[in-house]
């Protein structure tokens, strides 16, 4: 659902992006040169925020696109025959660059791996400049040669080396997205295509060229702040709204609701005897049965083996039934082992302990909001002492 409402944002977006090249008449003159200047500004707005945030992959998209529009903006004027091979020049250079994004893992900006990403970009550009404007007849020719001469195909002026690269660039992007989904991977397609779409432009249509620009360098930010929102808010593991979450959550509570702690038994022990990717797993498929329990209770990852669950406009007897109904769901779970036992006492019972499923039980604490306790943070702390009268009453039960 995730990568699907995803899609839809930046499907939507790029409409909008081409979209208002139709309204751009109506901007009073007086405002154009600020619009010229907007991809320098993004860009820089780029440039700070992947290094506050270590994204190095925001910083070579931005620096690519940049480095597209400083073609329009700075670049002489060009013969007919330079200016289609600096197209398709440019077209080859995204594609093939935004593909190998895809690639590339997180490994620092400043660090030697990421200097020599910031050099091969600027060794493209160097290499790609000279080449046209030295006229070199060998470039020209493998830019503009026909790999299928008996498929005729030319859209707008790219070639079929540019339409190949293009090609590449969707199915690596796409498939990198299907099976590994990010934001990153999704905004820097929507990118492309704006980038792409610039180059059927006249150059003289220079705030067409900056509108479309800016808006390929807000995607990758907009996809920056939503995976720095994601890591402050969201816990990993288990993909449950973290303390952070909580903390706000509380601050937003209204006169009525209940909030219910609970922490899986024995869960050292458990580590112990199976391994802490065992015990990984089991808060994983734990944080997938709390996202369906009823009551209207939002769950929350409180830290460690511990859960919170926020029962909004609710009381105690109104939920429960539904905490003791998630009780007995985790009770009656049989989860499998798929990772390898950390202490094994031998090979052979290892590897029946291996193949085995293995339960757990969760004992839960809940409080609502009374004049005892008349604030979240008092409702919680009251919960917690619930669950440790779950805890001495023998586990798996849950207590107010």
């Known amino acids: ?34 619009l010229e200047l907007l991809p320098f500004v993004l860009g820089a707005l780029s440039f700070i925020l992947g290094f506050r945030f270590n994204r190095s992959l925001v910083i070579y998209s931005a620096l690519m696109f940049i480095l597209v529009y400083c073609f329009y903006y700075f ?84 070639n079929q080396v540019s339409l190949l690269a293009i090609l590449f660039s969707v199915i690596v992007i796409s498939s990198s997205y299907l099976t590994k989904a990010n934001p990153f991977r999704s905004s820097i397609f929507g990118s492309m295509i704006l980038i792409l779409y ?25 996809s920056l702040i939503s995976e720095s929102y994601r890591m402050a808010f969201m816990d990993e593991l288990t993909d449950l709204p973290g303390r952070r979450a909580l903390n706000e959550t509380m601050n937003k509570l209204g006169n009525q609701y209940v ?35 009823t009551g209207g209770g939002k769950p ?31 009770a009656s779970k049989k989860f499998a082992l798929r990772k390898q036992e950390r202490r094994k006492k031998n090979a052979k019972s290892s590897k029946a302990a291996n193949q085995r499923f293995v339960t757990v039980t969760i004992s839960i604490g809940y409080a609502e909001k009374n004049s005892k306790t008349s604030t979240p943070t008092a409702v919680l702390k ?14 798996n039960c849950i207590s107010t």
């Open 1 to 34: 659902m995730q990568k699907f409402l995803t899609l839809i944002f930046h499907i939507a977006f790029i409409a909008l992006a081409i979209f208002s090249l139709s309204i751009l008449h109506n901007i009073p003159s007086r405002y154009l040169p600020i």
């Open 75 to 158: 670049a002489p004027p060009l013969s007919a025959e330079q200016r289609l091979t600096s197209l398709n020049s440019i077209s080859l250079f995204i594609s093939l660059n935004i593909a190998l994004l895809c690639f590339y893992s997180e490994r620092g900006i400043l660090t030697p791996v990421g200097i020599s990403r910031f050099t091969f970009i600027f060794l493209q550009v160097g290499v790609i400049g000279w080449l046209i404007y030295t006229n070199q007849s060998e470039w020209k020719q493998l830019i503009n040669q026909t790999i299928f001469p008996a498929l005729e195909v030319k859209l707008v002026f790219f």
């Open 198 to 222: 610039v180059l059927i432009l006249p150059p003289k249509a220079i705030i067409s060229i900056s509108v479309l620009i800016s808006s390929a360098l807000l995607l990758p930010l907009f």
């Open 259 to 293: 909030i219910a702690m609970l922490d899986v038994d024995h869960f050292k022990k458990f580590n112990d005897t199976y391994g802490h990717d065992a015990g990984d797993d089991v808060l994983q498929l734990l944080g997938a049965k709390l996202k369906g329990v």
């Open 300 to 330: 929350f990852r409180y830290g460690g083996e511990e859960f919170a669950v926020v029962f909004f406009g609710a009381s105690l007897e109104d939920i429960e039934d539904d905490l003791e109904n998630l009780r007995e769901s985790v």
């Open 382 to 395: 009251a919960a917690d002492k619930a669950l440790y009268r779950a805890k001495k009453n023998g586990r």
